[in-house]
T-cell receptor, first 114, second 115 residues
Framework: GAVVSQHPSWVICKSGTSVKIECRSLDFQATTMFWYRQFPKQSLMLMATSNEGSKATYEQGVEKDKFLINHASLTLSTLTVTSAHPEDSSFYIC??????????FGPGTRLLVL | AQKITQTQPGMFVQEKEAVTLDCTYDTSDPSYGLFWYKQPSSGEMIFLIYQGSYDQQNATEGRYSLNFQKARKSANLVISASQLGDSAMYFCAMREGKGYSTLTFGKGTMLLVSP
């Protein structure tokens, strides 16, 4: 099946620092990748849709200057949380799609901002 | 109105029994897809099963089957012969339209399988 990896799986950082999370499709080329955020005991909320070689499309209420997304190749998308604050602490999970139908998810990244 | 509704916050089932997790959806688009994902405590989202709006038959994948009732706008997940490893959160999700794969998720149902 399609495999998506994320790195790192865990990150703890100080308030004000920036954190980069990588999402890779390991055995397929993904024209579209998605970034979600999930708070404890809640569902996944889509943050942005990322297409290779173009600017990401952000969902309403998501600050594009705070959550920088780069989709440099068909197998890699990165999410950078700039000037992270404690309220940014969450579970960030990416997904990638092969055929515009099924999304395959990465294992997620738990971010804790102190 | 919520696009995906999962009314069961939690479900209990005994090992080896079948369980049905409910999901209703709301869309005016004639072309859509319905998905079920499993999220164990580790956090990863595991794709289980997919049903397209134009599919004539209910989807099945091993012990998972989708009871698709289009007129009622429901897409319940049936897990047969439950196993302890099935204990997890289960999310129903919908994609609307063709070739546009943004998913909308329900709030999820926590399934606990007891020995």
């Amino acid at each position: 099946g399609a495999v998506v990896s994320q790195h790192p799986s865990w990150v703890i950082c100080k308030s004000g620092t920036s954190v980069k999370i990588e999402c890779r499709s390991l055995d397929f080329q993904a024209t579209t990748m998605f970034w979600y955020r999930q708070f404890p005991k809640q569902s996944l909320m889509l943050m942005a849709t990322s297409n290779e070689g173009s600017k990401a499309t952000y969902e309403q209420g998501v600050e594009k200057d705070k959550f920088l997304i780069n989709h440099a190749s068909l197998t890699l998308s990165t999410l950078t949380v700039t000037s992270a604050h404690p309220e940014d602490s969450s579970f960030y999970i990416c997904s990638a799609t092969i055929n515009q139908e099924t999304q395959y998810f990465g294992p997620g990244t738990r971010l804790l901002v102190l | 109105a919520q696009k995906i509704t999962q009314t069961q916050p939690g479900m209990f089932v005994q090992e080896k029994e079948a369980v049905t997790l409910d999901c209703t959806y709301d869309t005016s688009d004639p072309s859509y897809g319905l998905f079920w994902y499993k999220q164990p405590s580790s956090g990863e989202m595991i794709f289980l099963i997919y049903q397209g709006s134009y599919d004539q038959q209910n989807a099945t994948e091993g012990r998972y089957s989708l009871n698709f009732q289009k007129a009622r706008k429901s897409a319940n997940l049936v897990i047969s012969a439950s196993q302890l490893g099935d204990s997890a959160m289960y999310f129903c999700a919908m994609r609307e339209g063709k070739g546009y794969s943004t998913l909308t998720f329900g709030k999820g149902t926590m399934l606990l399988v007891s020995p």
